[in-house]
């Protein structure tokens, strides 16, 4: 591209920016319309769980979450089906090597933790899923060819474990006659939980198969 | 003040259109940003957690895309050496 | 009070985009991807002081962390490519790897 052009298109942008920026502008100063927030803070002590975003997530908007670890789940599987990894580091050396160890059980511990507190504090299935894919970078980095996978076929069930999870929640409850994803109160913080916990696995898994970048 | 740094922000985002997978996480922690600042209702209130969970969401699509766009652009650049 | 924290803002904004354009218009990969990392922490130091931690922390792990890890195999892939292009002849020392 010449450089006129880019100036160009520079210029347009700043103009389309300036555009959105008055728009949104325009949105915010204006009368506020009926929000969510209020239903939603309204609702949280129905949901099983006291800290607000997770209650969205994973019950009031359950819906997205689902969708969203699917999408998860198919970005996987197309970076599987671009055929096989390339091969991994070199074994690390010893100070590194065993650095490796003490970080490795530090961050599954505190991915348990992340999830556990999820329900009352700042944290979740997301940040912990992420803690045991850094794991398994960590892992990958230190020599591991497999970043700390179990094999193929268990490696498959475990990134699907998730998404299957959630939809079978989904489906016993609408079953049971409650309605898709729509918990009872009671029983609400421990389904939850459940999900939560199989979507963390799912998604240390997911993270740390893409970071392999390969078909196991 | 927030106004003028979602100003700056979306200049900013449209800016990085022009490069390719930095510029598209860039943009994507614009957008995101635009979504944190709109929940937030200043020192004392709580925030919107309707917002926030929606670009939880967003951030873990965002890296998931990333990863496949990577994944991809490596394989064809493989394909492009062989021939 | 106010006024440090204003000014605190200040410097905040200002840090975050000059990592964002130094991000997207630094011309070599592995810098570039190592500014974007900066820029991913930055921007959830901002999320946190905007009283998100969920968003906060979330994007400190996944989007600064295993995005930057993802960006930076990928870059040393290139670079090694280019190497072996020249040479022929590069095997995988790992030299090129992040320590951690």
Known sequence: ?216 | MILFALGIWSFLSHEALLRKLIAFNVMGGGVFHVFIAVAYRGDTAPPDPVPHALVLTGIVVAVSATALALALGGRAQDAADHD | MTQLLLLFDVVLLTTLLALAVAAVTSPEPRRAVMLFIAFGLWLSMVWARLRAPDVALAEAAIGAGLGGALMLAAARRAAKREAGDSTESAGDSGAGGPPA
């Open chain 1, 1 to 216: 591209m010449s450089r006129d052009w880019s100036l160009l298109l520079g210029m347009l942008l700043a103009l389309l920016a300036c555009v959105l920026l008055w728009v949104l502008h325009g949105a915010l100063m204006d009368q506020p319309g009926p929000r969510l927030a209020d239903l939603a803070a309204a609702n949280v002590p129905y949901s099983g769980v006291s800290n607000p975003v997770t209650s969205v997530l994973l019950n009031f908007r359950a819906y997205d979450t689902l969708l969203e670890l699917a999408v998860v789940l198919a970005a996987l599987l197309g970076i599987w089906a671009l055929g096989p990894a390339v091969p991994g580091f070199q074994p690390s050396g010893p100070v590194l090597a065993s650095m490796v160890s003490w970080i490795v059980p530090l961050l599954i511990l505190a991915g348990g933790y992340m999830l556990w507190v999820g329900g009352h504090a700042p944290g979740g299935a997301f940040q912990a899923g992420a803690l045991l894919g850094a794991a398994g970078v960590i892992l990958r980095l230190g020599g591991d060819p497999r970043a700390g996978l179990p094999d193929e076929t268990m490696q498959r069930w475990l990134a699907v474990a998730g998404t299957a999870v959630f939809t079978l929640v989904g489906l016993a409850l609408a079953a049971a006659g409650e309605g898709f994803l729509t918990y009872p109160t009671d029983w609400a913080k421990w389904l939850i939980l459940l999900i939560e916990t199989a979507a963390t696995i799912a998604i240390g898994v997911t993270l740390a198969a893409a970071y392999v970048g390969g078909r196991p």
